[in-house]
């Protein structure tokens, strides 16, 4: 009798132990990892301000993650916070996320961040429409942040747009350019701006602002001063771009813009990138850190892809005419037209 309850214990123990081994192993006998499906993502998602480019980036930056298998009510969870270009909601907002210990934070725009980077250097931080991260202080190297910091960079190439703009208004002396001095994506693009003026003997009024409800005033008494206006990917200036147009617009102002954003609002043309193919890069980039990497193994990229974009409308109405080599090759838009 005592022996075949013995047996009976040692059946069920070895019964037990073969359910559990079984549940932590694979076929291989190797140990498995819960993956990145099986449990919910915590997301934070900080946007700088609302406008066009950013909120393209933040919809790609989804729909990327989505892509890669991980998707809003099923394995992800984000809360969306916007800091209405306040760089004090932004420290805030950051704060909030590294204490209820988000697993990533995803920073649109270069304050927004610059305020992450601050407020946590454990969390990953996946970022996006950051013209230069190691200026920005956020990443010590492109290749390898050397922190706990990956994305995409939303930095075009300023020689070119130079060109475009020559190309399409040979007679300009003097561009102004407009820009937040204290955003240091555009300080950045206005150095290189003014690098690449200077070999074309143009000269650059600058017209600096600190927020929207100095554009109006600040540009309006610079316009008779310039023969055309250049807009970096400036988020400040971005957030007004409908008011800067129609200034533009009213004198005869061609506006040439670092981003499409501006085509719609009365700009003549853009040699930009997509901003929503910029945030599904960023997505596709948080699914690896998911999925094991850490942000210093994740090279921040830039897109290669870039588009020339012309308004037609504008164009006709500055009458402009558009050389036969960028038309062939430019998409065309239309809009920014307001009628007196």
Known sequence: MVGKRKLAMLLCTILVGGVLSGCGQDATGSSKEKTASSEVK??????????????????????????????????????????????ANAQIISKQFA????????????????????????????????????????????????????????????????????????????????YNTSET???????????????????????????????????????????????????????????????CLEKNIPVIGAEDAAISK???ATLG????KLGKEAGFKAAELFEGKKPSEIEITKLSEIKVVINTDVAKKLNITIPLDIEANAEKATGGIVES
């Open 42 to 87: 915590n997301i934070g998602i900080i946007q700088l301000v609302q406008h066009d480019a950013l909120d393209l980036t933040n919809k790609g930056f989804i729909d990327g993650l989505k892509e890669k298998g991980y998707e809003e009510g099923k394995n992800i969870k984000i809360e969306q916070q916007n800091a209405q270009g306040e760089q």
């Open 266 to 268: 009365g700009a003549l």
């Open 99 to 178: 204490d209820s210990k988000k697993d990533l934070i995803f920073a649109i725009a270069t304050p927004a961040v610059q305020a992450a980077y601050n407020a946590t250097k454990d969390i990953p931080i996946v970022c996006s429409a950051v013209v230069d991260p190691v200026k920005a202080g956020v990443a010590k190297d492109w290749k390898s942040s050397g922190t706990n910091v990956t994305g995409t960079s939303n930095k075009t190439p300023v020689d070119k747009q130079m060109e475009l703009l020559i190309k399409l208004i040979p007679t300009a002396k003097t561009v102004g350019v407009i």
């Open 185 to 247: 994506n555009a300080v950045i693009q206005v150095n290189e701006f003014k690098a690449e003026a200077e070999k074309h003997g143009i000269t650059v009024k600058e017209i600096g602002v600190t927020n929207t409800n100095e554009i109006s005033q600040n540009l309006a008494s610079a316009l008779g001063e310039i023969d055309a206006l250049y807009t970096p990917t400036d988020n400040t200036v971005a957030s007004s771009y409908t008011l800067v147009g129609k200034l």
């Open 273 to 276: 990138i997509d901003y929503y």
